[in-house]
T-cell receptor, first 111, second 114 residues
Framework: GQNIDQPTEMTATEGAIVQINCTYQTSGFNGLFWYQQHAGEAPTFLSYNVLDGLEEKGRFSSFLSRSKGYSYLLLKELQMKDSASYLCAVRDREGFQKLVFGTGTRLLVSP | DAGITQSPRYKITETGRQVTLMCHQTWSHSYMFWYRQDLGHGLRLIYYSAAADITDKGEVPDGYVVSRSKTENFPLTLESATRSQTSVYFC?????????????FGPGTRLTVT
């Protein structure tokens, strides 16, 4: 079976740093994705990790530890527009495109 | 570049009616997907397709039918709509040649079954 856990909601202040955690238990593993979804809109791709370590992309970074079944998304220099839901998703087998999504973390950035 | 589009964007229907949600992509992506998104459940895969005429079930396929006669279209049909199928439906596509197989999502269809 597949199980992906994320906090339901987080709050942070503009200009701060926030870390959104994701833990997973899957029958196989071939990549972890983070998507951003603003209210009423479609999810959009943020990052992809398949090997252990940190992937940095501007203000956003994503970390993966396969041995621990753990990932985090780090958002720096928070802006009001970062208020959104952040979805963690795992691809469980090479060659298969199916993703299993967590329920998402709703981030509220306040002034 | 239209990308991936869905129609209708909003739909209200009655229990027992047949409803078809349309999805069209202009990238010629091999893979297409249908998800539903409900509070407390996140995105759940209904059906997916690896290529024209190849489809397979996802996590929650009951009550839904799909077809893919052309690469660019992937319609989702609710054969006899039920209130439990009230949800936001997202179509997505991805290209098998892309290393990450990133999925691109359509804008969604908000379906209400009364």
């Amino acid at each position: 079976g597949q199980n992906i856990d994320q906090p339901t909601e987080m709050t942070a202040t503009e200009g701060a740093i926030v870390q959104i955690n994701c833990t997973y238990q899957t029958s196989g593993f071939n990549g972890l994705f983070w998507y951003q979804q603003h209210a009423g809109e479609a999810p959009t791709f943020l990052s992809y990790n398949v090997l252990d370590g940190l992937e940095e992309k501007g203000r956003f970074s994503s970390f993966l530890s396969r041995s621990k079944g753990y990932s985090y998304l780090l958002l720096k220099e928070l802006q009001m527009k970062d208020s959104a839901s952040y979805l963690c998703a795992v691809r469980d087998r090479e060659g298969f495109q199916k993703l299993v999504f967590g329920t998402g973390t709703r981030l509220l950035v306040s002034p | 570049d239209a990308g991936i589009t869905q129609s209708p964007r909003y739909k209200i229907t009655e229990t027992g009616r047949q409803v078809t949600l349309m999805c069209h992509q202009t990238w010629s992506h091999s893979y297409m997907f249908w998800y539903r998104q409900d509070l407390g459940h996140g995105l759940r895969l209904i059906y997916y397709s690896a290529a024209a005429d190849i489809t397979d079930k996802g996590e929650v396929p009951d009550g839904y039918v799909v077809s893919r006669s052309k690469t660019e279209n992937f319609p989702l049909t609710l054969e006899s709509a039920t209130r439990s199928q009230t949800s936001v439906y997202f179509c997505a596509s991805s290209e098998s040649q892309d290393r990450t197989y990133e999925q691109y999502f359509g804008p969604g269809t908000r379906l209400t079954v009364t």
